[in-house]
């Protein structure tokens, strides 16, 4: 354990908290004239335009949670392309007053997408070997570099699958600009986010994507050549995970890589100038140096074991899974009147635990740490109230030790962990917590995500990245179930830390709220234009 790393990462998670009476550092003000643009491009690479579906694959919805019966489709240039465009392409574009902005598959914290994706491909039908970065805006691969194709040969024997490489990297200043020193905290839940969008999105290609957890950063950095770029000053790009996406489900595979290959990928010549963001950027120091002291060592492979598969499957409309993908949006308002079911609720809670060969968590991140306090305004044939839903067994004795005394801890269903603690409207609470926004009081519920805390990090300090990326999944597989259910989410990464904990009568950091999240009927803008996600690509 490295004390020092450990004191440094809590330093930094108390001196981001939001309070009542002040918040975490920023700017302070929107400099519009530095907003970072929200898409990387690699200047010079050889580009590579990517056909965009015909036809969505044809799973429904709750196929998305499954696998035994999904059809394996082949890894070509088309499938790839298709899996690129549901998991971390463009959604739409909307405009307004003389504006125009692009929504994508994969959310982030005001829309400003700090999160970089790359591939390292083997050879298909018209693509050579290579690592690649994926522009979602003008959905093309750029090539950065070549890749000897026999290396394959002893990937396929080390993983003993098919399957190509894919990795997740952060710009933390595309998230400062606006954030301040709170945006290490953001970019960690946009990684969390992509990496559930992209095992959802797998598995309609009949794919499963596993994050490969014995990498250390720098090891994913010299993977995807980010050690052999020269970034413009701020905008580097920082490691963060390596998936292997490949066919078949519940193989044991390797979380690593052979070091071999590795010392392979640090020979290869890299090309492409990273397009600069921004003027000038503001230096917040205190991310950078988080971001080192949180970053990644080499660890044994782990492999983790999840429920067995089951559940509450509330009827959801008839939508295609890729058409809900498609329809994610955040809400901005909601109708103060709208409810849900119960059952709607609680197969929307149940969603939210790990289930063996169930995407998007058997992507096998950590064990799960992170639970549900909730704050439940209008559900039908359940009570107003507070709530908490645990998401492993391991934390429900010490966090009711550590809670309030006067809880009630009523169970609500047998076999589901969901509690009531106490009954009432806790509308104005939930608002006051979630920085005073309307929105946390006016939906069906909105919950706050409590992570085990202290025991993870102070062992091993990566993990603080971890945890978000643990509510960034929560929240994406949430958005999904509110769009299937016919209501709408938003995430909400402004709360009042320690307002949140007073409310469970948390008193130390062994349990912290991460992450926010509610969901209700949203109140569409009449303003807004919307136009389809391509449609600047009509004439490519």
Not at 111 to 127: K, R
């Given at each position: 354990m490295d004390h020092q790393a450990f004191q440094e990462v809590v330093h930094y998670h108390e001196a981001t908290k939001h309070h009542l009476h002040r918040y975490a550092k920023s700017l302070g003000y929107m400099d519009w004239q530095n907003q970072p643009n929200p898409f990387r491009s690699y200047e010079g690479a050889v580009s590579i335009p990517l056909p965009l579906l015909k036809e969505d694959p044809p799973a429904g919805y709750l196929e998305l949670y499954q696998r035994d019966e999904r059809q394996t489709q082949p890894f070509q240039v088309k499938t790839v392309a298709g899996f690129l465009e549901l998991s971390l392409g463009l959604s739409a574009w909307k405009a307004a007053a003389g504006s125009q902005w692009s929504l994508r598959i994969n959310p982030s914290s005001g829309n400003l997408h700090p999160t970089e994706a790359h591939l390292i491909l083997p050879p298909l039908d018209s693509i050579a070997s290579g690592v690649y970065h994926y522009n979602p805006l003008m959905h093309t691969l750029e090539k950065r570099a070549e890749v000897p194709a026999e290396w394959w040969q002893e990937m396929g024997r080390h993983f003993d699958t098919h399957g190509f490489l894919m990795g997740l990297s952060s710009i933390f200043w595309r998230e400062s600009w606006k954030y301040?020193?709170?945006?290490?905290?953001?970019?960690?839940?946009?990684?969390?986010?992509?990496?559930?969008?992209?095992?959802?999105?797998?598995?309609?290609?009949?794919?499963?994507?596993?994050?490969?957890?014995?990498?250390?950063?720098?090891?994913?950095?010299?993977?995807?050549?980010?050690?052999?770029?020269?970034?413009p000053h701020l905008e580097a790009e920082d490691p963060e995970l390596l998936c292997w996406i490949h066919h078949g489900s519940g193989m044991d595979i390797p979380r690593s890589l052979p070091?071999?290959?590795?010392?392979?990928?640090?020979?290869?010549?890299?090309?492409?100038?990273?397009?600069t963001l921004s003027r000038e950027c503001v230096n917040w120091e205190i991310i950078y140096k988080t971001a080192r002291l949180t970053?990644?060592?080499?660890?044994?492979?782990?492999?983790?074991?999840?429920?067995?598969?089951?559940?509450?499957?509330?009827?959801v409309a008839s939508s295609s899974a890729a058409a809900i993908i498609r329809r994610r949006r955040s809400a901005t308002s909601f109708d103060g009147r709208g409810a849900v079911t119960s059952n709607q609720f609680l197969?929307?809670?149940?969603?939210?635990?790990?289930?063996q060969d169930c995407p998007p968590f058997d992507a096998e991140l950590m064990e799960p740490s992170?639970?549900?306090?909730?704050?439940?305004?209008?559900?039908?044939?359940?009570?107003?109230?507070?709530?908490?839903?645990?998401?492993?067994?391991?934390?429900?004795?010490?966090?009711?030790?550590?809670?309030?005394?006067?809880?009630?801890?009523?169970?609500?269903?047998?076999?589901?962990?969901?509690?009531?603690?106490?009954?009432?409207?806790?509308?104005?609470?939930?608002?006051?917590?979630?920085?005073?926004?309307?929105?946390?009081?006016?939906?069906?519920?909105s919950l706050g995500m409590i992570a085990k805390f202290r025991d993870l990090i102070q062992h091993e300090p990566y993990r603080y990245r971890h945890l978000y990326w643990e509510t960034g999944m929560i929240g994406q597989v949430l958005y999904l179930e509110a769009e299937a259910h016919g209501v709408r989410g938003?995430?909400?990464?402004?709360?009042?830390?320690?307002?949140?904990?007073?409310?469970?009568?948390?008193?130390?950091?062994?349990?912290?709220?991460?992450?926010?999240?509610?969901?209700?009927?949203?109140?569409?803008?009449?303003?807004?234009?919307?136009?389809?996600?391509?449609?600047?690509?009509?004439?490519?």
């Amino acid at each position: 354990m490295d004390h020092q790393a450990f004191q440094e990462v809590v330093h930094y998670h108390e001196a981001t908290k939001h309070h009542l009476h002040r918040y975490a550092k920023s700017l302070g003000y929107m400099d519009w004239q530095n907003q970072p643009n929200p898409f990387r491009s690699y200047e010079g690479a050889v580009s590579i335009p990517l056909p965009l579906l015909k036809e969505d694959p044809p799973a429904g919805y709750l196929e998305l949670y499954q696998r035994d019966e999904r059809q394996t489709q082949p890894f070509q240039v088309k499938t790839v392309a298709g899996f690129l465009e549901l998991s971390l392409g463009l959604s739409a574009w909307k405009a307004a007053a003389g504006s125009q902005w692009s929504l994508r598959i994969n959310p982030s914290s005001g829309n400003l997408h700090p999160t970089e994706a790359h591939l390292i491909l083997p050879p298909l039908d018209s693509i050579a070997s290579g690592v690649y970065h994926y522009n979602p805006l003008m959905h093309t691969l750029e090539k950065r570099a070549e890749v000897p194709a026999e290396w394959w040969q002893e990937m396929g024997r080390h993983f003993d699958t098919h399957g190509f490489l894919m990795g997740l990297s952060s710009i933390f200043w595309r998230e400062s600009w606006k954030y301040g020193e709170r945006a290490f905290r953001y970019c960690n839940h946009d990684v969390g986010h992509a990496l559930a969008g992209i095992s959802l999105a797998a598995n309609l290609f009949g794919w499963k994507a596993t994050y490969l957890n014995g990498l250390s950063h720098a090891k994913i950095a010299t993977v995807l050549g980010l050690d052999q770029t020269r970034f413009p000053h701020l905008e580097a790009e920082d490691p963060e995970l390596l998936c292997w996406i490949h066919h078949g489900s519940g193989m044991d595979i390797p979380r690593s890589l052979p070091e071999e290959i590795i010392a392979g990928f640090a020979t290869l010549e890299f090309t492409g100038q990273p397009n600069t963001l921004s003027r000038e950027c503001v230096n917040w120091e205190i991310i950078y140096k988080t971001a080192r002291l949180t970053g990644k060592p080499d660890t044994p492979d782990r492999k983790y074991d999840f429920a067995p598969s089951g559940g509450i499957n509330a009827a959801v409309a008839s939508s295609s899974a890729a058409a809900i993908i498609r329809r994610r949006r955040s809400a901005t308002s909601f109708d103060g009147r709208g409810a849900v079911t119960s059952n709607q609720f609680l197969s929307m809670l149940e969603k939210t635990i790990p289930r063996q060969d169930c995407p998007p968590f058997d992507a096998e991140l950590m064990e799960p740490s992170v639970h549900l306090l909730l704050f439940v305004h209008r559900v039908r044939e359940m009570a107003p109230g507070l709530y908490f839903f645990f998401r492993n067994d391991h934390d429900a004795g010490p966090i009711k030790r550590s809670a309030r005394s006067d809880f009630l801890w009523k169970p609500v269903l047998e076999g589901l962990p969901l509690y009531l603690l106490e009954e009432g409207d806790f509308r104005h609470e939930a608002m006051r917590v979630s920085c005073h926004q309307e929105i946390a009081g006016s939906g069906a519920f909105s919950l706050g995500m409590i992570a085990k805390f202290r025991d993870l990090i102070q062992h091993e300090p990566y993990r603080y990245r971890h945890l978000y990326w643990e509510t960034g999944m929560i929240g994406q597989v949430l958005y999904l179930e509110a769009e299937a259910h016919g209501v709408r989410g938003t995430g909400i990464g402004c709360f009042f830390d320690d307002a949140v904990h007073a409310i469970m009568g948390l008193k130390d950091n062994h349990y912290q709220s991460l992450y926010h999240f509610t969901i209700g009927h949203p109140v569409e803008d009449p303003r807004l234009t919307t136009y389809p996600p391509y449609h600047h690509l009509q004439n490519r």
